[in-house]
């Protein structure tokens, strides 16, 4: 751990700096796929998922006689929380439904804005050792709530050409169209330019590894949209005396635990409270199945001190933490000041894990300092806002003379022109 | 014109294929001067704006006295038009903020989401002949009424070193806090890194030529957002026999100057509206200014009839056009239909061009088929969700076990961690 005390803010940019990655050499490889995929649909899908998942899978479709027997298989426990953090989750979405914006802006100009479902949507699931079926519902539940027509969600086939019940449990319950066992980069490739089975998509959400990253940002040059740009998680706690060390180191470790990469950064006004959460990271890791990873990720974490509240907001806001934690005696000074931050939680009792799983928040938020410029995952991720006008002859007069002379000026006269045709065709018939 | 009467369902994807653009060539040269700016900062800036506009700009920030001689060189008439157009743009846009959305899923587990501007951003407006002062008003009213604090737009200086009056009216009119000289790709790698001059924003708006175009997609990968994705101005149009042929031709043909790659569809019911039209675009072409660039749009235009209005409305859904203006008996059948589609005009008194101007509309709107995954630019686009939750211990009780479970499961045991620390902290007070 890094302990800094009252960094000047000319360093604050170098001390809060992320790592960068290379992408040079995934991009070959990611491109390749995606033209063979392109070329020979299925059968290229069929040879890749041999290849990295080692695993040949006669039908890469997920029926329900599967689904039936993989549901079976999940203790009743799970399934109760599950359907707990479906619930808020839902409850938390649908409150997001916005009415149709319509303005008469003047007499006879009608405008208004509604929002539509984007109508086919993949929904990228990763495997391996953390099956992730909470991303399942904090991706398929708003969906639902959208409207979106076709939800198709993709995950790699384990060494049984398995996917984890959970994840097909959650997929059920959220009402997943299609649930296909395909993963890496040549699900995102499929997604992208549909094959006979995997249905093309208009947008694609959900985490991976930086192959999966990297073919998602190479789906966007094929007209597909994605949910964020991607980067290691991140947390930035900011306590005072008021906190609970044992609390703040939990929730510290919790964000390291993800990945030797994940950003951890502890900002206070109190020297002792650092040292306390220092104390408390020591002993808790200690007695983690995930011991390594976490090590790693906290070695490179910053406890920073610093002389005032005011100071730590402006660092605060210069970074931009996807999650945020406010475990201070001003939670409403940070909580109303805080411009840049993806999901933000306040008080002792309000651990990140709530928010990754049950509060009913979305847990797809921006990393990398992206909370500074993009949304994370809403109800709004899986609509696209449309205008709509309807322009009465009365209309048309109140606002004609400003268009012919706005459009003049721009040098258009073919758009001016549309709207001289309209009022000689109004005065003819007085 | 293409006149194509009753397409099979599996040749529409051919005959509304947009034509595609190589930018391979480009974005070399692009990359080259991004390099060099975030390098030599101005000094790259000003060789660039010496070698592409072609003059040599002393300082490029423009300042009061600038403005307001350029002011004063602006008619009344076009200065009343530009007022009526924003405060239309105003009431619009103001009319889509939305409140805090506020929801206790559980008892004690309070989730609430919240919109916070975007605290800087970059407006780009292309210089030429065609000064689009119309596009300041989109993206500086909503960027107002947002809140964002640092609004910086970007245009070419002519070969005296100037930008057009009408813009720099426009720019001061709507509360843009800084005005700079400079350009093309220049400017968006300006915007991106920051120079001594040009800050360094968050996301960057407007359209531009294919440079800009490439060098705004370049910009994403050193972590600003854009707008969207651009390419050219397209409009559908679906009109039956209560539509006036003359009107549907004007509307066709204002689209058509914008460039000789715009994409102009006319889809109808009505073999005699078809054959009306054509003969009103030939009537209407001859006396246009830009007749050579809107003749040759016109040239790969596309006449489509179709059997009825459902099959209509699913072509046009196939599309997804830009703008799409509906003159039709069933105007509410297609309204209420369509699912892609940037802006939709509605009935004969509804130009395009009111929404270009001065109808209260944003014209920055998804092209290229984005209308089935992107919003057009509106009040949301200058603004990031956030959300914010504070759990009581009640709440903690609650939803604890859920996440303890859920935690387990997918093997994130410092997750689990958190909320077993906490909730032991409450039993022991117990």
Redo the contacts between chains.
């Keep these: 751990m890094n302990k800094i005390y009252n960094p000047e803010p000319a360093s604050w940019s170098t001390i809060l700096e992320r790592p960068t990655k290379t992408i040079d050499d995934i991009e070959a490889t990611v491109k390749e796929i995606f033209r063979e995929v392109q070329k020979k649909g299925d059968t290229a899908v069929a040879k890749y998922t041999s290849l990295f998942d080692g695993v040949a899978v006669a039908n890469i479709e997920v029926y329900k006689a599967e689904i039936e027997e993989a549901i079976a298989t999940i203790s009743p426990?799970?399934k109760?929380?599950?359907q707990?953090?479906k619930?808020?989750i839902e409850?938390?979405h649908a409150?997001?439904k916005?009415n149709i914006?319509?303005?008469e802006?003047?007499e006879g100009?009608n405008?208004w804005?509604e929002k539509?479902?984007?109508?086919k949507i993949g929904l990228y699931i990763p495997g391996g050792?953390?099956?992730?079926?909470?991303t399942v519902l904090m991706l398929a539940v708003p969906a639902k709530i959208a409207g979106c027509n076709e939800v198709v969600l993709c995950s790699p086939p384990d060494k049984n050409g398995k996917i984890n019940p959970?994840i097909l449990y959650a997929a059920c319950l959220c009402g997943v169209t299609k649930i296909l066992k395909v993963g890496g980069i040549q699900a995102i490739a499929g997604l992208t330019f549909g094959t006979e089975i995997i249905p093309k998509v208009?947008?694609i959400f959900g985490p991976g590894n930086q192959f999966v990253t990297v073919a998602k940002q190479l789906a966007?040059q094929f007209?597909?949209?994605i949910d964020m740009?991607a980067g290691p998680s991140e947390l930035l706690v900011v306590a005072d005396d008021t906190a609970?060390p044992?609390?703040v180191a939990?929730?510290l470790?919790?964000q390291?635990?993800?990945g030797t990469d994940s950003q951890v950064i502890l900002v206070s006004t109190s020297k002792k409270l650092i040292d306390a959460v220092e104390k408390q990271i020591q002993l808790?890791l200690e007695i983690?199945?995930?011991k390594n990873i976490?090590e790693k990720a906290i070695a490179n974490s910053k406890l920073i001190f610093v002389e005032n509240d005011t100071i730590a907001l402006e660092l605060i806001n210069e970074y931009g933490p996807e999650h945020f934690i406010i475990c201070s005696e001003f939670d409403d000074f940070y909580?109303n000041g805080?411009?840049?931050?993806?999901?933000?939680?306040?008080?002792?009792?309000?651990?990140?894990?709530?928010?990754?799983?049950?509060?009913?928040?979305?847990h797809t938020l921006?990393t990398?300092?992206?909370?500074?410029?993009?949304?994370?995952v809403?109800l709004?991720s899986f609509?696209?806002?449309?205008?709509?006008?309807?322009?009465?002859?009365q209309?048309?007069l109140n606002?004609g003379?400003?268009?012919e002379?706005?459009?003049e000026?721009?040098?258009?006269?073919?758009?001016?022109?549309?709207?001289t045709?309209?009022l000689k065709?109004?005065e003819n018939e007085k």
Excluded: W
């Design positions: 426990e799970l109760d929380a599950i707990l953090a619930s808020n409850k938390f409150a997001q916005t914006v319509s303005v802006t003047v100009v405008c804005q539509r479902p984007i109508q050792t953390a099956p992730l079926f909470s959970a208009y947008k966007t007209g597909v949209a740009p609970v044992a609390f939990s929730d470790l919790s390291a635990e993800h808790q983690l199945p995930r976490a909580s805080v411009q840049n931050a993806g999901s933000v939680f306040i008080g002792n009792y309000t651990p990140e894990s709530a928010g990754d799983y049950a509060s009913g928040t979305n921006p990398n300092g992206y909370a500074k410029n993009y949304s994370g809403n709004d609509t696209k806002a449309m205008t709509f006008q309807k322009i009465s002859k209309g048309i606002i003379k400003a268009i002379i706005m459009a000026a721009e040098g258009l006269q073919a758009h001016k022109n549309a709207v045709l309209r065709a109004i």
